[in-house]
């Protein structure tokens, strides 16, 4: 999210509207139905699965439509949480095979929405909580590509309490 700062503001805006008890410590994990009230972070999640999956590395460079009939937009390099929220505010069901971070159909990973479930609750714990800024330059941190994506080398960040500085501006 260092990379996203407008990203980041919206997270936390809609966790301090619909899940204020994070910031305070009042509520130490949010439960699934919590998890319901924060479509912005489920659509950063997706998109950040979507830009930076395991597999398959190829971007278009103009508007595409595959023979199957799938369309690829031109901006399908760039980190774009809307695309993943409707009209009605809430996140889009889409199909397995336009979400591919954990394949589709009978190869699809079992453990997909544990998964899923698992990095909500803790972006929403850690970014409701934590300031976290990486001291390299965001956009030149590199990446080795494997089944979980490791930073190449030492990753170093600055992380600050947020409880601490929202009480102290209150």
Not at 54 to 65: E, L, V, Y
Not at 88 to 94: E, M, R, S, T, Y
Not at 126 to 141: A, G, M, Q, Y
Request: hydrophobic share 40%.
């Amino acid at each position: 999210m260092n990379r996203y700062p407008r990203v980041l503001e919206k997270i936390r805006d809609e966790i301090n509207a619909k899940l204020p008890e994070l910031l305070t410590g009042e509520l130490q994990a949010p439960s699934m139905a919590d998890l319901q009230k924060l479509p912005y972070l489920e659509a950063a999640m997706r998109e950040s699965l979507r830009l930076y999956m395991s597999t398959m590395h190829r971007a278009p460079n103009q508007s595409t439509t595959l023979s199957s009939g799938l369309h690829v937009p031109f901006d399908a390099a760039e980190y774009r949480p809307e695309r993943w929220i409707g009209e009605d505010g809430h996140v889009l069901k889409v199909s397995p095979f336009k979400f591919f971070s954990f394949l589709a159909g009978p190869h699809q990973c079992l453990g997909m929405r544990f998964a899923l479930l698992e990095m909500q609750t803790v972006m929403a714990v850690l970014l409701s909580r934590f300031d976290i800024k990486t001291v390299e330059n965001p956009f030149e941190i590199t990446y080795d590509y494997s089944l979980v994506i490791p930073v190449k080398g030492p990753l170093m960040a600055n992380i600050h309490d947020r409880s601490t500085s929202v009480a102290a501006s209150s």
